[in-house]
């Protein structure tokens, strides 16, 4: 291999690092969407949300499981969009059964709170804080 092709060789490397380096600028991937587990139902058998509070962000996903004594379901309190987009009415019965919302990417910063409509009396609520 004579000097030239090495430089030849070379600056092609250089070439698709620059447009690698580049491209990367261009199109900065978005940061990944986070998903968090809410239990229905402590593992100690109380009637509570575990954790009760959760921060999240737009694009999000929550997944409430039902871990014991159900039946629960998670009714977000008022009629905003986020409120709306995040409350399920229906009852789990089925330990494991998972019910998944989405944060919508347009939602609102605020808090959001929420219950579990057969257990509301004892205190089974809870709230999520979109960032
Ligand atoms: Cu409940």
Redesign the pocket.
Known sequence: MNLQSVRRKLGAILAVMVLAVASMALFPSPAAAASYDVK??SDSGM?QFVPSSLTVKPGDTINFVNNK?????AVFEGDSAVSKALSNKNLSFAPGETTSVTVPKDAAKGTYSFF?E??RGAG?SGSVTVQ
Not at 69 to 73: E, T
């Open positions: 229905m139902g009637l004594l159900g039946p629960h379901n579990c057969p257990h089974m």
